[in-house]
């Protein structure tokens, strides 16, 4: 399994295909950054919403590098459908983590991190750790729902392309604070928003508690579609 993870590595790598996620990150959030300074919890909250859909395109990208034969091949090499499923987003899961690593890293030669400003505002080391939660939380989200609009999901570029942005809309639109079914999309926006208050435990563990059951019904849903396309 080790061996087919370098595999799909080093074609996402070879191919350049990971060169337009990369360069979408630097433009966007040095757009964000490079407008002035905000403090650390709520640069980095939003930073993870922006990050999402980037994160969720880089994996679709990734596992549609793969021709469908070789992936085939690939499921009989490693012995079952599982193992091949567990490769594919671990492999996901490292691009994932360096464009997360690049996100935290950004804003500070950027100059767009500020201490606090009032007396209620939280802590530098409070709004930096928890926007590396943030960040963290969303990835499994986003590297299932870039797993769900792969061609071994959905069986073309276009039906990928609709589930990709849909599903991303619809994480937006039910994220906001009038909605009625918060928990129906990865919490990008309630996560942005919780972030505000630095390490605030009550809505960093409910967001934690969201992400996480949306995760699980995703991956069930993904092993569930590769078993009846296989």
């Known amino acids: ?3 087919l993870i370098r595999l799909r590595l080093a074609a996402f790598l070879r191919t350049g295909r990971a060169l337009a996620p990369l360069l979408t990150v630097l433009v ?21 919403a922006v990050l999402f859909p980037v994160v969720a395109w880089q994996t679709q990208i990734l596992f549609n590098v793969e021709p469908d034969t070789q992936r085939q091949l690939s499921t009989v090499a490693v012995r079952g459908l599982g193992r091949e499923v567990a490769a594919g987003l671990l492999t996901a899961l490292v691009p994932a983590l360096a464009l997360v690593a690049l996100a935290l890293a950004l804003p500070w030669p950027l100059g767009g991190i500020t201490g606090p400003e009032r ?21 499994p989200p986003a590297v299932l729902l870039g797993a769900l609009a792969s061609r071994a999901v959905v069986g073309n570029a276009a039906r990928g392309l609709a589930v990709l942005v849909g599903c991303t809309v619809v994480a937006f639109v039910v994220g906001t604070k009038d909605s009625p079914v918060p928990w129906l999309a990865p919490p990008l926006l309630p996560t942005a928003r919780a972030t505000v ?3 605030s435990v009550g809505p960093l563990a409910l967001q934690t508690a969201v992400a996480a059951g949306w995760a699980v019904v995703a991956l069930a849903g993904y092993v569930a579609l590769r078993r009846r396309n296989t």
């Open 28 to 48: 966007v959030l040095g757009i964000i950054y490079g407008g002035g300074e905000a403090q650390a919890a709520e640069a980095y909250g939003f930073s993870a």
């Open 1 to 3: 399994m080790t061996a």
């Open 119 to 139: 007396g209620d505002d939280p802590s530098l080391a409070a709004g930096v750790v928890a926007g590396v939660w943030a960040h963290l939380l969303l990835v």
């Open 197 to 199: 208050d630095g390490l």
